[in-house]
Structures are given as structure tokens and as C-alpha cells.
């Protein structure tokens, strides 16, 4: 059982986190491409639609794998987690279901329209139906982070006939810790989708390749991408705040604090030793500020993860550095959308610049992935905090077909996000057509 | 008769509505596929079957994620069962929907040698399959499938393919490829159309033949005509499809393709509901022991999260075949030669 309950971790892991490569592209780039159209329209300037265009089809090839991956994670709770999908399938399924008919399928059939209609449809209706594309979108990853929110903090539920069953509907969705998660969420998907327009248009303006398109790609997107780091640092603050007061013990863990203290410090430099129970370097340390950022207050009490069964913790090592990486990561990103807004008027980019934010294109990529680590990982052993525990989630399911599929999954993936990366690359270094 | 049993009725019949609903759209999809080795001879007349699929494949395939997210909303433990009771063909056919997807999106964007032959067999297979897959699925569920009390499945892949469980999939890949020939004489001229129009009426009585046998293997195999002795009432769903089968034939006489194309539509239903319906309440039958059967009274969710669901179907269902309706108008008439120049187009 237990290598079950480890290889269908792992398959979750994999589709998961693949899924989330396209998906938050999907979710910035759409809002920018309905923000370039709208301009089309209201100014009739030309650029504009050249702009859509062009950015559209890299956000075409993206979003193709985004849909068929999120049909894997459906599959998923019922193919490897059906013990879970059993237990509280009355209140996390209809989240699901409502996602798909209120969201989803007002997205998939808006971004048709938009893809083929081009010469059939007028102008206003053209550029509406990419709103609705960057509307449902959003909204859809709405109801997915209530669900997984509900998994984080389940609210609105009462444990009857031998599962959790809805109770309270509003309260599922009004979940504090949902919808901090959802805009933390939502504001670094928009990060990571202008850094994404940054860096190609850096790329062709250090080539001097349609200097003008691209000049103007990068003038409206620096400005989105600082306001896009800054929101993403703040909301991540915020949603650290709701993690210290529902899930104290994953912030014990995301700070490697072993001891109970009041006035704890934040160590700049720190290196957990999770045998030893205890930190083998702190240095540079700020006095009270974590006690600030989990609680507003210097000298609040932290509780450590000594204050907690052992049974309860989360993998210490992987939620500690994640969070670290990732925080690391966000300090990286205003540093840099604020050198691009500096630089967004000038006539030529610095070549440096140039080459830092071409490289820059894959690290909110990286920095999502690990934010999503200190969630997931961060949320361990428990499926849903403190209300059912991962090992009696899975599916019984011998271990030899979970291999199975976890080996096609990993080589189905690794095959077409080759092919998908090749294929943005390509039409990205094209540059638009006349 | 309860509230309670009155919503999970009413959610059986959703579920069989959005199967029924999934099968009539993404199933000329499904045909469009399995034709394209056999009627795409020319470059142009491979791109107009893709395009005839175009603008709507994906939205047609969110009325599957649906069916399954309803399913695991409204019927959480037969969700649960049925996912991981048929954990290998399910996988299996979520694979071959993945590369289909791809096929669409990859094939127009680039030229290397070999590169349009790739996407074109993994575009048949990606449309064939799943037919196959679906048709294999339904049919086992339709006779049943070893479970135990605890939704163990105590039973192989190579069980699944079954002399029943192959004439399922036999029968779906046939009622998708004539769905998908009519679907291609709409949206082809020309001698593509000529060739649509020629599949159809060969198909026509091969469909006829295959229907007829897998009624007749499905008395043999499987309980469905119980509930049909029981309540004849129900009846209608099997004479629907009996009426859309014979109105395809007529209809492709006279010449009125769209028709024939919606006739074909509600023989989809038809045989779609005939099978849930004779189902009822099973939805997963348990072939080791009928107590062991998820039914839609035992597998649902609960009374609230019932209401709270059927309320939003209500609204945003009509709202969906309203805005899908429009979009099916906008992009109505053929995929032309001009159409195909769009450097949006596959």
C-alpha cells in the first residue's frame, strides 16, 4: 500500500505540475491579449492587431496542452485517489462540475471563436469573445483553488454517513484561505505572462527585429509585470498570514522553526538539519520578523514543529527549501520588472538587460512550480488538512498499474512539452507577419 | 416518492443526458478522424477534415469533462468505482484524447519531412480509438463488471475485451463514422463532398446490420430489456433511435444533408439513453453480486449538494447550448479554399 500511496503522489506530482506550465500563460496572456485588442478596436491602430496575432498563436500552441493536462487531474482523483474522491466527493466534485460548466466551457468555445473568426466575425464581437476567453479562464481557476482550498482549510462540512458532506455552501465559498491562495495565484500567473512578453520582445529588440512591434509589446507589458511582482510579494505575505493561523504547522515547517518562541527572527542564511531536529547554520538574522510577518506583531509566539506530533509534520526539508527558492525567486522578479519599467521608454535596451530577461523568461515558471510545492508538500500527510490523511486517500489499485502509468505519463509529457516548447520558440523567434 | 429520490432520478437522467449530448458533438469528431486515412486523399482534402473539426472539437470535448466532473459531483462512489475499477482503458483512452488534441494544434505548424504523416496517423488513431475505447467501456457497464462490495474490480484488461464488450466498441466506431461522414458533407465541396456523401450511404447499411446485431447480443448478455418489460413506457428512448437510424437513410435520399446529420444525432441519443435507461438505477452493475451493484440511490451525493447542482444545471446548461448554438452558426456552411488560407486554421 504504501508504494501505492508513493507512485500515485508522484503520478499527482507530475501531471500537476506539467499542467501548471501552461496553464497560468493561459491565464496572463489572455488578459494581455484581450488589453491589445481592445486597444485595436478603440484606436483602429494596426500594431495592435498585429500584436494580438502574433502573441495570440503562441498563446494557441500553449493552450491546447493546458486543456488535455487538465483533463488528466480529472481523471486523476477517481483513477489513483478514489477513496478520497468517495470521501468528499459531495462537496470537492461539485466544485469540479461547476467549473467546467460555468467556466470551462464558456472558455474552450470563446477561444474557437476567436482562433477561426478572424475574417467572420466584426471587430467588437471578435475582441469579445477574447475577453470571455480571459474571464472564464480566470473564473475557472477560480472554482479549481476553492477546491483546493477546501483541501487546505475545509470549511462548510459535516462528517455524515461515513463521509464529509456539504453543509454550508457559502461558507465553501467564502473560504478565507481560498481565495488569498486565489489571488496570490491568479496575480503570479499575470507575473509570469508578462515576463513571458518581456523576454521575447527583449530578444528581438537586442536583434533589432521589428523594433517598433516589439518596443511597444514591451512598453505595455513592464508596467504590468512590476504592479503584477509587487501584488504577487504582497498577496503572498497575506496568504503566509492565513497559512500561520490554519495551518501553523506548515509554517513551522516552511521556516524550519523547531522550537516554540515568541520574537522569533528571520535567518537570511539558515540550513535545516531534520534528523537533528534543529537548524545546523543561522545567520544574518532579523529579530521579530517572522513573528511579524506570520502574526503583525514583533513579539508574537511562534509555535514550533516540536509542538506538534511527528506524525503531523510535512516533509521538512522539501517545504522549507521550496519556500525559501521561491521567495528568493519573488525578490528576483520586482528587481527585475523594475529595471524593465525603467527601461520601458528608452529607444534601445540595455544588452545586459536584454539577456537577463530573455533568461528570465523560464523563472516565474520555476517559482510557481515551487510555490506550489510549499502547498502541496506543505499540506502533508494530510489530502485534506487535518480531516483525512493522504495514505487513506488512494485508490486500491495494484502498485504494477501505477507504475505503468506514471512511466507513460512521464515520457507522453516529456514528448509533446519538447515539442510544445519547440513550437513556441519557433513562432516566437518569427517575429509577426506583416 | 421523496425529494431526495426525486433529485437523484432526475441527476441519472442528467448524467445520461450529458453522455448522450458529449456523444452526438465530439462523435463526428470521432468520425471526421476514422475517415481521414480513407476519404483525405490530396493535402487540401486533409485539411478541410481538420478544419471541419476546427472551431468546435474542444468545445465538444468539455461536455465529457463535464459528464465526468457530474459524475463525480452528483455520484461520487460510482465515479470513484468507475475510475478506478477500469483504471487501464481509462487511461489508456485519456491518452489517445491527449494525442488527438495535439493533433490538431501541431500538425499546420510546422513543415520537417514526415511531420504531417505523424500528426495525420496519430489524428486517426486519436479519433478511433477512443471511439473504440468508449464503445468497449459502455458496453461492459451495460453487462456488468466484477466488483466487490468495496468497488475492488477483481478483473483483467483483456476481460473487458469481451465478445460484448468488442461488438460495443465495433458499434460506436460505426455510429461516429457515419455521424462524421454526414458531419464532412456539410462542411466539404466538391469531390470530397461526393466521396462524404458516398461513406454515409455505404455506412448506412453497415450501421443498420451492427445496430440489429448488438440489440440482439445486448438480450443475450446483458439485463437492459428488464427495465424495458417493466416500464414500456421507457421504450421510447430505443424507438428514437430506430426513428433517427431510418430518418438518416431517408433524409440522405432526398438530399437534406443537415437533416440527415440530426437524424443521426438522435439515433446517438437514442441508443445513449437506451442503454442508461435500461440500466437504472445501476451504474456501475457489479457482475459478481447485484447487491454489490452503485446505483444512483447508493452512489450519490447528498440531498443539498444534489439541489445545489441541479440549480446550476438548470441556469448554465441552457446558457452553454445557447452560446454553443450560436458558435455552431457562426462557422455553419463549408470549409472552402479561402477559409484554409487563414493562418489560423489547421
Redesign the interface.
Known amino acids: 500500500m504504501d508504494d501505492v500511496v508513493l507512485l500515485s503522489r508522484l503520478q499527482f506530482a507530475v501531471a500537476v505540475l506539467f499542467h501548471f506550465i501552461f496553464v497560468p500563460l493561459t491565464l496572463g496572456l489572455s488578459v494581455l491579449l484581450a488589453w491589445m485588442e481592445t486597444r485595436y478596436v478603440t484606436t483602429g491602430d494596426e500594431v495592435y492587431k498585429r500584436m494580438a496575432k502574433f502573441w495570440g498563436k503562441l498563446f494557441l500552441i500553449n493552450f491546447t496542452l493546458g486543456v488535455v493536462t487538465g483533463i488528466t487531474l480529472e481523471f486523476q482523483f477517481g483513477t489513483n485517489w478514489s477513496r478520497y474522491s468517495t470521501y468528499v466527493g459531495d462537496i470537492f466534485g461539485s466544485l469540479l462540475a461547476i467549473e467546467a460548466t460555468v467556466a470551462f466551457f464558456l472558455e474552450s468555445t470563446f477561444v474557437a471563436v476567436w482562433a477561426f473568426g478572424w475574417n467572420r466575425l466584426g471587430k467588437k464581437t471578435h475582441c469579445f469573445a477574447i475577453w470571455m476567453v480571459a474571464i472564464a479562464s480566470n473564473c475557472s481557476a477560480l472554482w479549481i483553488i476553492l477546491a483546493n482550498g477546501w483541501m487546505q482549510h475545509p470549511v462548510g462540512y459535516v462528517i455524515r454517513n461515513g463521509r464529509a458532506e456539504l453543509q454550508d455552501f457559502f461558507a465553501v465559498l467564502t473560504n478565507p484561505y481560498a481565495w488569498g491562495q486565489y489571488a496570490h495565484t491568479i496575480l503570479s500567473a499575470w507575473m509570469l505572462a508578462s515576463f513571458f512578453v518581456l523576454g521575447i520582445s527583449a530578444w528581438h529588440l537586442a536583434r533589432k527585429s521589428n523594433g517598433d512591434f516589439f518596443r511597444r509589446c514591451f512598453r505595455m507589458a513592464a508596467p504590468f509585470a512590476l504592479i503584477c511582482a509587487l501584488l504577487t510579494a504582497l498577496t503572498g505575505h497575506q496568504q503566509g498570514m492565513a497559512v500561520a493561523k490554519y495551518q501553523p504547522v506548515k509554517l513551522s515547517a516552511m521556516e524550519a522553526q523547531w522550537e516554540t518562541q515568541k520574537h522569533v527572527p528571520v535567518h537570511l542564511l539558515q540550513i535545516p538539519d531534520r534528523a537533528n531536529k534543529m537548524n545546523s547554520l543561522e545567520a544574518l538574522s532579523v529579530p521579530g520578523l517572522m513573528s511579524w510577518m506570520a502574526y503583525g506583531d514583533v513579539n508574537a509566539e511562534i509555535k514550533g514543529l516540536k509542538a506538534f506530533p511527528e506524525t503531523d509534520w510535512p516533509p521538512v526539508n522539501t517545504t522549507f527549501w521550496s519556500f525559501r527558492v521561491m521567495v528568493a525567486l519573488g525578490v528576483i522578479f520586482i528587481l527585475l520588472a523594475g529595471v524593465a519599467f525603467l527601461q520601458r521608454n528608452k529607444e534601445e535596451i540595455g544588452p545586459g538587460i536584454a539577456r537577463a530577461l530573455v533568461w528570465a523568461i523560464p523563472l516565474p515558471y520555476l517559482g510557481l512550480a515551487f510555490g506550489w510545492t510549499v502547498a502541496e508538500v506543505g499540506r502533508q500527510p494530510w489530502i485534506v488538512h487535518g480531516l483525512m490523511r493522504t495514505t487513506d486517500a488512494v485508490s486500491p489499485v495494484p502498485a504494477g498499474n501505477v507504475v505503468l502509468s506514471l512511466i507513460a505519463f512521464i515520457v507522453v509529457y516529456s514528448l509533446l512539452g519538447l515539442i510544445d516548447i519547440y513550437l513556441l520558440r519557433k513562432y516566437a523567434c518569427q517575429g509577426p507577419g506583416r | 416518492m421523496e425529494t431526495y429520490q426525486i433529485l437523484q432520478i432526475a441527476w441519472f437522467c442528467l448524467w445520461g443526458l450529458l453522455w448522450a449530448v458529449y456523444f452526438l458533438l465530439d462523435g463526428f469528431d470521432f468520425g471526421l478522424g476514422t475517415l481521414l486515412p480513407f476519404l483525405g486523399k490530396t493535402e487540401e482534402e486533409k485539411r478541410v477534415i481538420y478544419n471541419a473539426a476546427?472551431?468546435?472539437w474542444?468545445?465538444n470535448?468539455?461536455w465529457?469533462?463535464?459528464a465526468?466532473?457530474?459524475t463525480?459531483?452528483?455520484f461520487?462512489?460510482a465515479?470513484?468505482?468507475?475510475?478506478?475499477a477500469l483504471?487501464?482503458p481509462?487511461?489508456i483512452l485519456?491518452?489517445t484524447?491527449?494525442?488527438r488534441?495535439?493533433s490538431?494544434?501541431?500538425r499546420s505548424?510546422?513543415t520537417l519531412p514526415g511531420w504531417t504523416q505523424l500528426w495525420d496517423t496519430v489524428q486517426f488513431l486519436g479519433n478511433f480509438l477512443p471511439a473504440l475505447l468508449f464503445g468497449v467501456a459502455f458496453a461492459n457497464l451495460f453487462r456488468g463488471i466484477p466488483i466487490d462490495q468495496?468497488?475492488?474490480?477483481h478483473g483483467s484488461l483483456i476481460e473487458l475485451l469481451n465478445p460484448y464488450g468488442l461488438a460495443g466498441g465495433v458499434f460506436f466506431v460505426l455510429i461516429f463514422a457515419l455521424h462524421g461522414a454526414l458531419w464532412l458533407s456539410l462542411k466539404s465541396e466538391g469531390g470530397l463532398h461526393t466521396k462524404a456523401v458516398a461513406a454515409a450511404i455505404g455506412l448506412w447499411p453497415i450501421v443498420l446490420i451492427v445496430t440489429l446485431a448488438f440489440l440482439g447480443l445486448t438480450a443475450y448478455y446483458t439485463n437492459l430489456y428488464a427495465n424495458y418489460l417493466k416500464y414500456p413506457l421507457l421504450g421510447v428512448a430505443p424507438l428514437l433511435a430506430v426513428v433517427g437510424l431510418l430518418g438518416v437513410r431517408c433524409c440522405l435520399t432526398s438530399g437534406k444533408l443537415l437533416l440527415a446529420w440530426a437524424s443521426s444525432g438522435l439515433f446517438i441519443i437514442g441508443v445513449t439513453f437506451f442503454g442508461v435507461l435500461g440500466m437504472f438505477p445501476g451504474m456501475i452493475i457489479s457482475s459478481m453480486n447485484p447487491a454489490w451493484t452503485v446505483t444512483a440511490f447508493n452512489g450519490s451525493?447528498?440531498q443539498?449538494?444534489l439541489t445545489?447542482?441541479l440549480g446550476?444545471?438548470l441556469v448554465?446548461?441552457p446558457i452553454?447550448i445557447c452560446?454553443?448554438f450560436w458558435?455552431y452558426r457562426?462557422?455553419a456552411g463549408p470549409v472552402t479554399h479561402e477559409h484554409l488560407k487563414?493562418?489560423?486554421?489547421y
Open positions: 476546427g472551431p468546435y474542444d468545445g470535448e468539455v465529457l469533462i463535464s465526468g466532473g457530474v463525480f459531483a452528483a461520487p462512489k465515479y470513484a468505482v468507475m475510475f478506478s483504471y487501464a481509462l487511461l485519456l491518452f484524447l491527449i494525442f488534441a495535439v490538431y494544434e501541431f505548424k510546422e468495496y468497488g475492488i474490480y451525493s447528498s443539498l449538494t445545489i447542482m446550476v444545471a448554465f446548461v452553454v452560446y454553443q458558435m457562426t462557422f487563414d493562418e489560423h486554421s
